[in-house]
Structure formats: structure tokens, C-alpha cells
């Protein structure tokens, strides 16, 4: 048994947060799979999708545990509706405009979240929470990679063809408001800093400033500047881009329940 205890509320929100975010990114990126815009991106993107999902599943088992009512990694990935999910918006935005897939998209979604995990990984692998605390540590060098990979990326396609540079500024200026939410202050992670299990995101804002402005000045691009828009999937509330993507998602485990391979 964890020191966290067994029905451990503020616990296992922490860590649907955690968990769901990179479960959900990585759906988002293994829909690339087999559509990448070279042989060697098409793997590497599928690797960093297996990177997430691998977090999501040590995570979301770990909060089945702390929920005490016996579901695992798979019945919280598969068989919970959108309004249970609890990741971040800007990880659940569809990879394109309409039915058009921009990799714009995914490079900046990419390279915004990871500067914020490059953080987040060590602060939480120095709380008092040793369950987090060991998955939090292996994760470390897989955001270190994902961000080198992403912001490489924001640079070769912001200081590259005006239409690149174009389109990677469209979707900067698209995307950018959604970080927000990670600053947006609540009482679990209140709750959580405050017994040293935990850490208050919005701590961290100016080393992810640290970390992408640099990346954006090389890449030739402006950001944004600072809006009072606020997304809210880390509390539940989602957009309307999240349920769609779930249906496809957990398809197969809802129709045949129980099933194992």
C-alpha cells in the first residue's frame, strides 16, 4: 500500500491528469502513423506516441490503485465517457483544420507540451509521492527527447519556405492560448504542493518561458501575445473534439469487454 493511502481523491485527479494527457497525445500522434511526411518522421512520431502511452498506462494504473475500485489501466483508458477524462485541451485538438491534417499542428502541440513536461518530470520526481515520484523519473529523459525532436522541428519549419514559415505561425497562434490552462491555479494542486506530493504547475511558468522563447526566436516566429482565453479539460469539461476521438479510440475494448489478446 502507497503513504498516499487507498481512496485517495486528490491523488487520483492528480494523476488522471497526468495520466489522460499522455494518453491522449499519444492517440493524437499515433494518427500519423503511416502518414508521416517522411519514412524517418513517420517512425519517430510513432515512437514518441509509444512513449506516452507507456507513461499513461504506469500512471493510470497507479491511479486505479489510489481509487480503490478495482479498474485498471485499461478499464480507465477504455471504458470511462469524456466527461472522466481529465488531460489538458490543447493535447485533444484534432491535428488539423477540417479534415485536413497540418503537421504545423503537431510539431508546435508537441514542442509547447514537452517544454512544460522537461519541468514538470523533475519537480515531480522530487515529491514526497515515491509510486509518482518513480514513474515521474523514467519520464525525464523521454520529454527531454520529445522536446528536442519537437523544437527542432519549430525551428526547421519556422525559418524554412514562407509557406512553412506560415503555417507553423497559424498554428502558434492557434494553439498558444490553450496553455494557459496549465497555469490555471485549483485545489488539488494545491492540496497535493502543500504535502510535498505534488507540485502547483503554474511554479514552473518561467522556466517553460526560459525554455520556448529561445526556440521561437531561432525559428523566426513572434509569440503571441497573452490572452484571458481558458480551457478547462484538466476539471472535465472538454471541447468538442475529445468525444470523437474517444469513440474511435476505445471502439474495440466496448465492443468486445473483457477481451484480452
Known amino acids: 500500500m502507497s503513504a498516499a493511502g487507498s481512496n485517495d481523491r486528490a491523488g487520483f485527479e492528480h494523476l488522471l ?7 491522449v497525445h499519444g ?5 500519423w502513423c503511416g502518414h508521416g511526411p517522411a519514412l524517418e518522421e513517420d517512425i519517430a512520431l510513432a515512437n514518441i506516441a509509444l512513449d506516452c502511452v507507456g507513461q499513461a498506462r504506469l500512471l493510470l494504473a497507479l491511479a486505479g490503485t489510489r481509487e480503490g475500485l478495482n479498474r485498471d489501466e485499461d478499464a480507465l483508458a477504455y471504458l470511462r465517457d469524456e466527461a472522466a477524462f481529465r488531460n489538458y485541451t490543447l493535447l485533444e485538438l484534432p491535428n488539423g483544420h477540417g479534415p485536413r491534417d497540418d503537421y504545423a499542428i503537431t510539431v508546435v502541440r508537441g514542442f509547447l507540451h514537452a517544454a512544460l513536461q522537461v519541468h514538470l518530470w523533475p519537480a515531480l520526481a522530487a515529491c514526497a509521492d515515491h509510486e509518482l515520484a518513480a514513474i515521474a523519473a523514467r ?29 507553423t505561425a497559424v498554428a502558434l497562434e492557434r494553439l498558444f492560448p490553450y496553455t494557459n490552462e496549465f497555469w490555471s491555479p485549483d485545489p488539488v494542486e494545491a492540496a497535493l504542493a502543500d504535502a510535498g506530493r505534488g507540485v502547483v504547475v503554474a ?29 478547462t479539460g484538466k476539471l472535465g469539461r472538454h471541447s468538442e473534439h475529445l468525444g470523437p476521438m474517444l469513440a474511435e479510440m476505445q471502439a474495440l475494448a466496448r465492443a468486445h469487454p473483457g477481451a484480452r489478446w
Not at 27 to 31: A, G, H, K, P, V
Open 17 to 23: 491528469r497526468l495520466g489522460d494527457s499522455a494518453l
Open 27 to 31: 492517440q493524437r500522434l499515433s494518427e
Open 139 to 167: 519520464s525525464i529523459n523521454e520529454a527531454r527527447a520529445h522536446l528536442r525532436h519537437f523544437g527542432q522541428w519549430v525551428v526547421r519549419l519556422g525559418d524554412g519556405t514562407d509557406t512553412s514559415h506560415a503555417r
Open 203 to 231: 511554479s514552473l511558468k518561467s522556466a517553460w518561458d526560459h525554455t520556448v522563447n529561445p526556440v521561437l526566436s531561432e525559428a523566426g516566429l513572434s509569440r503571441p501575445p497573452d490572452s484571458r482565453f481558458m480551457s
